[in-house]
T-cell receptor, first 113, second 112 residues
Framework: NAGVMQNPRHLVRRRGQEARLRCSPM?????VYWYRQLPEEGLKFMVY????????ESGMPKERFSAEFPKEGPSILRIQQVVRGDSAAYFC???????????FGSGTRLTVV | DAKTTQPNSMESNEEEPVHLPCNHS???????IHWYRQLPSQGPEYVIH???SNVNNRMASLAIAEDRKSSTLILHRATLRDAAVYYC?????????????FGTGTRLTIIP
């Protein structure tokens, strides 16, 4: 049973390009969470999704960032027109529900040059 | 979100037990107590969680105070691979209140 799969592991983008980060949750998990960790800082919640629904996006920046979790396929975190400040590790986690722990992926390390 | 308070750092000798404390005096009746750890350059790893009763698993034990205002993560025999930042987090059980909010955690150093 594979864990949470994130790809790519490393992503380099030039300023102004788009970044697409993918997350496949564990089999049977219907809850997906995205977190961002800036260098030498803690993990910050970004968004919580269930299939086809955004449940909580209180941590998402108002512009350039969007997330989806379609009926089929992985969850996608999209960052448009990236800037240097977007350079960070982005982690995805999945869970069966509130009575269960989260399983995190290994993250995508985004570098904006 | 209800907050937790943990020491910034702790040290322990290899092969000895480690007790990591956490205070959560504003915990609500439906909040679960979760523990995660993050090794350098890795994603967080689930350790254990509980609601009211003490919990054991292959990684650790969780001792929860009777009033639930504090808890202790117990690593029974620390190894060098246990060196990590440990996070104690309260997680709501109500719909829409399920996200984990990470604090600064406790940086555990294991001394060989």
């Amino acid at each position: 049973n594979a864990g949470v799969m994130q790809n790519p592991r490393h992503l380099v983008r030039r300023r102004g390009q788009e970044a697409r980060l993918r997350c496949s949750p564990m089999k049977g998990h219907s809850h997906v969470y995205w977190y961002r960790q800036l260098p030498e800082e803690g993990l910050k919640f970004m968004v919580y999704l269930q299939k086809e629904n955004i449940i909580d996006e209180s941590g998402m920046p108002k512009e350039r960032f969007s997330a989806e979790f379609p009926k089929e396929g992985p969850s996608i975190l999209r960052i448009q027109q990236v800037v240097r400040g977007d350079s960070a590790a982005y982690f995805c986690a999945s869970s069966q529900g509130p009575n269960y722990g989260y399983t995190f992926g290994s993250g995508t390390r985004l570098t904006v040059v | 979100d209800a907050k937790t308070t943990q020491p910034n750092s702790m040290e322990s000798n290899e092969e000895e037990p480690v007790h990591l404390p956490c205070n959560h005096s504003t915990i609500s009746g439906t909040d679960y107590i979760h523990w995660y750890r993050q090794l350098p350059s890795q994603g967080p790893e689930y350790v254990i969680h509980g609601l009211t009763s003490n919990v054991n698993n292959r990684m650790a034990s969780l001792a929860i105070a009777e009033d639930r205002k504090s808890s202790t993560l117990i690593l029974h025999r620390a190894t060098l691979r246990d060196a990590a930042v440990y996070y104690c987090i309260l997680r709501g059980a109500n719909f829409g209140n399920e996200k984990l909010t990470f604090g600064t955690g406790t940086r555990l150093t294991i001394i060989p």
